[in-house]
Nanobody, 125 residues
């Protein structure tokens, strides 16, 4: 499975960006896909994901501001980020698994065997 993330950039606080993650290779039609981010000097943290049943889950820090969506025909997951804050600055990674991940484990990077290369989001104040 290969994941190609794109859409990062520099934006002012309050602005918006949309990230895309295209999956190719042996990705199953039913899968778990999501987004994590890692700021300098910090651990990788969960942002949002679709679980096996295609329900969306979000980190508390982004609820109401970020929206995850998907295009099944294109095997692509999107992350619409609105009302961006300087603390959203990070390298954003998409991640995927062909297995079911229980809801309580969706935020654990170790549950995802496939990762994209990361796309940088910088929010200026």
């Amino acid at each position: 499975v290969q994941l190609q993330a794109s859409g990062g950039g520099l934006v002012q606080a309050g602005g918006s960006l949309r990230l895309s993650c295209a999956a190719s290779g042996s990705i199953f039609s039913r899968n778990t896909m999501g987004w994590f981010r890692q700021a300098p000097g910090k651990e990788r943290e969960f942002v949002a994901a679709f679980n096996w049943d295609r329900n969306a889950f979000y980190a508390d820090s982004v609820k109401g501001r970020f929206t995850i969506s998907r295009d099944g025909a294109k095997n692509t997951v999107y992350l619409q980020m609105n009302s961006l804050k300087p603390e959203d600055t990070a390298l954003y990674y998409c991640a995927a698994s062909n297995s079911r991940i229980i809801v309580s484990a969706l935020g654990m990077p170790s549950q995802y065997p496939y990762w994209g290369q990361g796309t940088l989001v910088t929010v200026s104040s």
